[in-house]
T-cell receptor
Framework: EADIYQTPRYLVIGTGKKITLECSQT?????MYWYQQDPGMELHLIHY???????EKGDLSSESTVSRIRTEHFPLTLESARPSHTSQYLC?????????????FGEGSRLTVL | GQNIDQPTEMTATEGAIVQINCTYQ??????LFWYQQHAGEAPTFLSY??LDGLEEKGRFSSFLSRSKGYSYLLLKELQMKDSASYLC??????????WGAGTKLIIKP
């Protein structure tokens, strides 16, 4: 069973608030990802990282930031939340050099911005 | 642009067989993946195809034809717990996964 954890699982906040979604994995994986998923829609890559101090932007990165100071930790920050940010955010990880594409996902953080 | 197409929803009967199709147009190809996602849960990995042909894993099989940009996931002996969304994803030339919107499979008794 995958050991990747996300907090909070559910969050309701007001517009303009700064929020950080936490993601931690205990598998020692080098690659970590943040995806956004709306109901019935495809996963959209927000940010990814191939290791400590490495971060890259995905398709939907312009309104959020990430950091990778430790291998196991990959937090996602929204500086000023808007109703359009209401969605499910999924964190995932995979080992470096393991190009079969098997990602291990966390349970997700469901965000509602009022 | 890159595109993954799969049916939005399918319905099947418990004990039967169902085939979920996926067609893709991507910049490069480094493998095709199927994931299962139960409602409100995270996706879990089902299968990986990089060469043409059929890969069998228990009740689930996945087929790939690279020349046709086509794959299918075959589920046999359907069980109620197979009710879920099935996501098709392709790894492109940059080793990034491009995801389809998923096929919601409804199993009826």
């Amino acid at each position: 069973e995958a050991d990747i954890y996300q907090t909070p699982r559910y969050l309701v906040i007001g517009t303009g608030k700064k929020i950080t979604l936490e993601c931690s994995q205990t598998m020692g994986h080098d690659k970590m990802y943040w995806y956004q998923q709306d109901p019935g829609m495809e996963l959209h890559l927000i940010h990814y990282s191939y290791g400590v101090n490495s971060t890259e932007k995905g398709d939907l990165s312009s309104e959020s930031t990430v950091s990778r100071i430790r291998t196991e930790h990959f937090p996602l920050t929204l500086e000023s939340a808007r109703p359009s940010h209401t969605s499910q955010y999924l964190c995932a990880s995979s080992p470096m050099g393991y190009e079969t594409g098997e990602l291990f996902f966390g349970e997700g953080s469901r965000l509602t911005v009022l | 642009g890159q595109n993954i197409d799969q049916p939005t929803e399918m319905t099947a009967t418990e004990g039967a067989i169902v085939q979920i199709n996926c067609t893709y147009q991507t910049s490069g190809f480094n493998g095709l993946f199927w994931y299962q996602q139960h409602a409100g849960e995270a996706p879990t990995f089902l299968s990986y195809n990089v060469l043409d042909g059929l890969e069998e894993k228990g009740r689930f099989s996945s087929f790939l034809s690279r020349s046709k940009g086509y794959s299918y996931l075959l589920l046999k002996e359907l069980q109620m717990k197979d009710s879920a969304s099935y996501l098709c994803a392709v790894m492109d030339s940059n080793y990034q996964l491009i995801w389809g919107a998923g096929t919601k499979l409804i199993i009826k008794p």
